[in-house]
């Protein structure tokens, strides 16, 4: 038979041992391997190629001619561009203003789609016909005044505003009013902005290159 004291300090170490085991923080489960991924995410950054785009009417970043604005003829500038990709099918050009002051954001000066693959310039002053169409089968889509045509810089202000002339090289051509019925059908296009919305929905995941002009209005 052990001794009492034996046993009360066995007890105690065991005791002391548990105490020390449970209030220890719990170890750290070493992370599984996990296996690779199957599909390749999205890059962050679209692997677009550079395209020129110029304008014998004004500088990129500087003032564009009030002869192309809604304060005076209301005439569509020229525009210029280098050789696209291999594998274009088409062109199509968006205008948009620098967000407006109230919230309503970006004004759609223009939008001109299915542009042939095969053109490198736009004069100036381009007339479509009523239904918004050029003789190359380049197609209007409304602006944001609702119109089938060139809109120039109306600025609301007077303030120096942006507008950027931003142009696509595609590997398809674009059923504009076919996206916009889907959408609408789908209940997802906004009230505002809608045209921007579906020239961006139309053009994704058709981008070969693309370039950029900005010019600048400011009334007088």
């Known amino acids: 038979m052990k001794h009492p004291l034996v046993r009360f300090t066995l007890l105690g170490m065991a005791i002391a041992m548990f105490t020390a085991v449970s209030c220890s923080p719990a170890p750290t489960p070493t992370s599984a391997p996990t296996e690779s991924p199957r599909v390749t995410p999205v890059p962050a950054t679209p692997t677009w190629e550079h395209l020129t785009l110029t304008s014998s009417a004004f500088d990129s970043g500087g003032m564009i ?41 970006n004004w759609v000066q223009w939008i001109l789609y299915n542009i042939p693959a095969g053109t490198r310039a736009l004069p100036e002053g381009l007339t479509p016909d009523a239904d918004g169409r050029l003789p190359d ?6 602006n944001s005044w609702g119109e089938l045509k060139y809109g ?16 696509y090289a595609l590997d398809t051509k674009l059923d504009l009013e076919a996206v916009e019925e889907a959408a609408r059908e789908e209940g997802t296009l906004p009230w505002i902005g809608a045209s921007k919305e579906v020239f961006l929905r139309a053009v994704e995941g058709h981008i070969l290159a693309q370039g950029e002009l900005v010019g600048k209005y400011k009334e007088q």
């Open 65 to 105: 001619p009030k002869r192309y604005t809604r304060r005076g003829d209301d005439v569509s500038p020229p525009l210029e561009w280098g050789d696209p990709p291999e594998g274009t099918q088409s062109f199509a050009l968006m205008v948009l203003s620098d967000p407006l002051p109230d919230g309503g954001g």
């Open 137 to 142: 089968g380049s197609q209007h889509y409304r």
């Open 152 to 167: 120039g810089p109306n600025p609301p202000h007077v303030s120096t505003y942006s507008y950027y002339f931003m142009l």
